[in-house]
């Protein structure tokens, strides 16, 4: 029942704050100057057919009503035409979205695994050379780009030992699999194509890497504050004065407190590794939906920067939510004092 | 009370601001003690003072000035680092040794300018709304922080840069919407629990203004925290500034914005890996350098909110 209160109570803020982020990127978008039925009729349109336009794009109306047709409008999908390529962009969202979607679930695994790893491992020699050989990593991963490591990598990796190919999602020539999901590696899977799962498998890692080194500092250090933290506690000695096994100690009593931070930071850091994606597509000329979006802002295509943005901010919010849950249950008092409206 | 009142005049004025001189200069003692005895603190603060000096006084320190801006000199193009060009050239011969220091101008700028675009209506609406919590004024004003904290900031920041031209000063603009709610949220924390304390509720009994508890009694308390904060951001706004010039939002060619020496050399990797890859370091030493400076500047005021 708490647990049902607490979702309830954070989907409700969350809408909240979907709504403001929708007026955000509304106004955003008529703040340009220049006429969107203009741009989207063309410079050589005659005026009858920019001004039916405007009517049908509802742009005679005042800016408040704009907002409720452009809402209705974007709640179900629907965000109109490229102003460039006059193509449908839900479409083309549709098609982008699933690579970048693989490519953040790749860097996701690798900082969560690498990130508490790394953090239990210098918690554990807290003190000793590992501690402040991982410190050193953990502070050039959080202040390094990662378009800067995407560079590295591309330079060692793809270059220089040769391991790891440069360019995309697939080798040229190597087919697609089949569209079930979208993501390459898990459709070859499915169609069991282990060739195409290998090629495509050998280049998400480089791109991966490089979105998740951030990060995967940042939670090693706060997954080794966090262990450090509890490990001068009280109840700690209590168990190895019981007898507990070192072991036990280690990886039931002390780790899962210690994930709480690990764990929100965690979820914020892999919805914004959708966004940051961008910078590591570029290099990589990873087709996905930053960069859709970059060439979108380069070339001010309002329809596509609007969806582009929402889209990310959606999954955004989202993955708060999740984190919140997760956190709730590794935590029972968070759960107990937001049921309660504390 | 009594007594100090009567002791006050005995010591005289001038006596009385010696003292509190000398407990300044003690403090100060203390603190630089303190900072100084971790050595990463100091290089840090090392760090950033080379790379301000190297940036004010870049026309003077680099060996080819005139190459910051749009030169050719087609001779002695793509070059590997050497003695007469430590960091190589670009394609059309310009030393990066010397674009590099003049990009430490545009980091800079960009950092000093958002942060003071910032920090002070960011202050101001965190102390408001601390100072009023509970109330609707504390609602309104922490609910649309709270919507500016859940958009992921570089993606908002991106989107603004994009409505406008591309250049230097709108992607400071556009950083600085999507900053401002950091020091909102830290200043409102900080006011929450110092509106409790008795050094508040005692002006407030002695009657004296809102402007008053806010400015000189709250603000004061709060200034540790927001400039270890500051000199953090310095570090991240650079960054995000680099990543806005690297997608081709912020600085523009030919001006030598790290972010886009990085981009523009990225089209040459691997074989002039050089052109790419010394911005892209420059890019990691200053924002290691304002980190480490941020770093010991916490452990020094033990502010653990930031």
Redesign the interface.
């Known amino acids: 029942m708490q647990t049902v209160l607490f979702i309830v109570r954070r989907a409700a803020h969350?809408i909240?704050?979907l709504l403001?982020?929708s007026i955000?990127?509304f106004v955003?978008?008529r703040?340009?100057p220049g006429d969107p039925a203009r741009i989207a009729a063309g410079a050589r349109a005659p005026d009858w057919v920019v001004n039916n336009l405007r009517e049908q794009m509802h742009l005679n109306d005042p800016l408040p009503v704009q907002y409720v047709y452009w809402l209705r409008d974007a709640v179900q999908g629907n965000f109109g035409l490229s102003l460039v390529t006059r193509r449908n962009v839900a479409q083309d969202i549709a098609e982008f979205f699933p690579a970048t979607f693989e490519l953040a679930l790749y860097a996701g695994v690798i900082m969560a695994v690498l990130g508490i790893s790394l953090g239990a491992i210098a918690a554990r020699h807290k003190d000793s050379w590992i501690d402040n050989v991982m410190r050193v990593i953990s502070?050039?991963g959080?202040?390094?780009?990662s378009?800067?490591w995407a560079?590295?990598f591309?330079?060692i990796f793809?270059?220089?030992l040769g391991w790891l190919p440069t360019l995309g999602r697939l080798t040229e020539g190597v087919p697609a699999p089949p569209r079930i999901t979208g993501l390459y590696t898990v459709d070859a899977l499915l169609t069991g194509r282990m060739d195409v799962f290998w090629d495509a498998l050998k280049h998400i890692i480089s791109p991966a890497l490089a979105l998740a080194m951030g990060s995967m500092a940042q939670q090693a250090r706060i997954t080794r504050a966090a262990m450090a933290d509890n490990l001068a506690k009280d109840y700690i000695a209590a168990m190895r004065a019981l007898g507990v096994p070192e072991r036990v100690v280690m990886n039931k009593f002390l780790l899962k407190p210690s994930l709480i931070p690990t764990v929100s930071i965690l979820g914020l850091d892999f919805?914004?590794t959708?966004?940051?994606a961008?910078?590591v597509e570029?290099?990589f000329n990873w087709p996905g939906i930053s960069r859709y979006?970059?060439n979108?802002?380069?070339r001010?295509d309002?329809n596509a920067?609007a969806a582009?943005?929402l889209v990310?901010?959606v999954v955004?919010?989202v993955a708060?939510i999740l984190v919140d849950m997760a956190v709730a249950a590794l935590d029972p008092r968070i759960r107990l004092s937001a049921a309660r409206g504390v | 009370m009594s007594q100090r009142s009567t002791a006050m005049p005995s010591l005289g004025r001038e006596a009385w601001r010696e003292m509190e001189r000398n407990s300044r200069r003690e403090n100060w003692g203390r603190a630089w003690y303190k900072f100084s005895h971790n050595p990463l603190s100091v290089i840090g603060l090392a760090t950033v003072l080379l790379i301000v000096l190297l940036a004010i006084f870049a026309p003077f320190v680099t060996p080819y000035p005139e190459h910051a801006g749009p030169f050719t000199d087609f001779a002695n193009a793509k070059q590997p680092p050497s003695l007469a060009h430590l960091f190589g050239t670009d394609v059309v011969g310009r030393d990066v040794f010397t674009r590099t220091i003049f990009g430490f101008r545009f980091s800079l700028s960009m950092g000093l300018v958002v942060l003071s675009l910032v920090v002070p209506p960011g202050v101001l609406l965190g102390l408001v709304a601390g100072y009023y919590h509970g109330t609707w004024l504390d609602t309104v004003i922490m609910?649309?922080t709270?919507?500016f904290l859940?958009?992921?900031p570089?993606?908002?920041a991106?989107?603004?840069?994009?409505?406008l031209k591309p250049n230097l000063f709108n992607s400071m603009l556009a950083v600085s919407l999507m900053w401002w709610p950091w020091y909102t949220r830290l200043v409102y924390g900080l006011t929450t629990q110092m509106r409790n304390e008795y050094f508040t509720t005692s002006a407030e009994i002695m009657g004296a203004s809102r402007w008053h508890i806010l400015f000189r009694e709250i603000l004061p308390n709060c200034v540790s925290p927001i400039f270890t904060k500051m000199s953090l951001d310095m570090?991240w706004v650079i960054?995000i500034g680099?990543?806005l010039s690297?997608?081709?939002?912020g600085v523009q060619p030919p001006k030598p914005g790290l972010g886009t020496m990085?981009?523009n050399g990225?089209r040459y990797?691997?074989d002039l890996?050089w052109i790419?890859?010394f911005p892209?370091?420059a890019?990691?030493v200053i924002?290691?350098g304002f980190?480490?400076l941020g770093d010991g500047l916490r452990d020094l005021f033990a502010a653990e909110e930031i």
């Open positions: 969350s909240v704050v403001g982020l955000v990127i955003i978008s703040i340009l502070y050039l959080v202040v390094t780009p378009f800067v560079i590295i591309l330079l793809g270059f220089t919805a914004a959708m966004s940051n961008f910078l570029l290099i979006g970059i979108a802002m380069l001010k309002l920067i582009v943005i990310l901010g955004f919010i708060n | 609910r649309i709270d919507i859940a958009v992921p570089l993606i908002l991106l989107a603004i840069a994009s409505v570090g960054l680099a990543s690297f997608v081709g939002l990085v981009a990225a990797l691997p890996w790419a890859l892209a370091l890019i990691v924002v290691l980190n480490l």
